[in-house]
């Protein structure tokens, strides 16, 4: 168990906060493995070089994508104050989310089972020194 004061424990764990800007985007109908491969041509890009990428990819997790890495710039530069320039993608990442399942009947009774992925998708910029 954590020791001192309640205050004090909020402010350490405050203090280990990445402060870099970010976006994120909880339950995208989408799967990972669909979205990772969006975010692999993007990864390590300068930003303006991704959103080129990501707005001329014709996968349909590019129009997603699209929006969230116009979100992490506009927070770069709204929240933190950096230069749109000379941003680049840190770090991009989909986690797995909640599934939904479905049934699709088939024949003589049976029942197949449908499962419609979500993701969690995260994008994170930093400034080139």
Known sequence: MAKGHRSQI??????????????KLSYARISVTKACFVLDAIRGKD?????????????YGSEIITKLLK????????????????LYVAECYANKGP????????????????????????IVLDEKQ
Do not use: C, F, W
Request: charged content about 30%; glycine content about 2%; aromatic content about 2%.
């Open 10 to 23: 909020k402010r350490e764990r405050n203090a280990q906060k990445d402060t870099r800007p970010s976006a």
């Open 47 to 59: 930003a303006n070089t991704a959103l080129a990428i990501v707005t001329y990819n014709p996968r």
């Open 71 to 86: 979100s992490a710039i506009a927070n770069a530069e709204n929240n933190n104050g950096l230069d749109a320039d000379k």
């Open 99 to 122: 599934t939904m399942k479905r049934i699709h009947p088939r024949a003589q009774g049976r029942a197949y089972r449908i499962e419609k992925r979500m993701s969690h998708i995260t």
